[in-house]
């Protein structure tokens, strides 16, 4: 089935656009546009209220839904090491260092003005403060030495090089050490998540910006499964792999 963008024109409802799809409230929050609890605007009026070029507003916001999928045949396995590193920084660390700060000031002006309403949202924007500052210095680390470290090791072997067997030494602590501590502690961050919005469902009747705060927690938890997914289970098991062959001939 195709994907249709959602229809947006002057006499479009905020609140509508964003229960269309929660990605446009970033950029209403952009402009400081109001869609939460209830308020009933067109776009276009909100545009001459605020003196907001209406147009440009609407590119950004067809822009935000823009969906990329991947396919499932995708072979990841087949793909080569640097091919992986890139992919992961690229794709999963961009994407973290972009989102983790835009959820964690969404949640942040959401618990200010709702917390009496939602006071399990405290526990949450606690929980992304906890995760930003434990994954944001460990994808720095993956970047700067893991990561160029295996890349390294895998070209020296692949090449047949005499040195190849010297890079084996040190390897397995540091990709042990990712395994083990880092990726364990997110994932024990994404289920304390998971268990306090009930797997990302919000409750009835609540309001659109509570709606959102949840999608955006969502979205996060199944990009960082699939960045978790490709490193423990696809990139390092090749680093190890080779790892092991140059340990035989040493």
């Known amino acids: 089935m195709f994907l249709v963008p959602i229809s947006i024109d002057r006499n479009s409802y905020v609140t509508d656009i964003v229960k269309q799809d929660y990605r446009t409230a970033s950029v209403f929050t952009k402009y400081d546009i109001d869609f939460c609890c209830g308020k009933k605007w067109p776009l276009g009026k909100l545009c001459e209220m605020q003196k907001l070029d209406f147009e440009l507003i609407k590119e950004e916001l067809e822009n935000s839904v823009r969906t990329f999928q991947l396919s499932n045949s995708l072979r990841f396995t087949d793909w080569s090491i640097d091919f992986l590193t890139e992919y992961i920084i690229n794709v999963h660390h961009q994407y973290l260092v972009a989102a983790l700060p835009r959820i964690h000031d969404y949640l942040s002006q959401f618990v200010k003005d709702h917390k009496n309403k939602y006071p399990e949202l405290e526990q949450v924007l606690r929980l992304i ?27 020296a072997y692949e090449s047949k090089e005499s040195y190849a067997s ?18 364990e502690t997110i994932l024990k961050i994404m289920d304390s998540l998971r268990t306090i919005t009930h797997n990302y469902t919000p409750a009835e009747n609540t309001c659109i910006s509570y709606q959102v705060a949840f999608s955006l927690l969502k979205e996060l938890d199944q990009d960082l499964m699939q960045h978790v997914f490709l490193e423990t289970e696809v990139l390092f098991p090749k680093a190890i792999a080779i790892e092991k062959e140059l340990n035989l001939k040493d």
């Open 129 to 155: 403060k906890t995760l930003s500052e434990d994954i944001i210095p460990h994808m720095k680390q993956e970047e700067e030495i893991l990561f160029p470290y295996i890349c390294q090791m895998s070209h």
């Open 166 to 183: 010297l890079f084996v030494r040190t390897l397995r602590k540091p990709v042990e050490k990712v395994i083990e501590q880092e990726h």
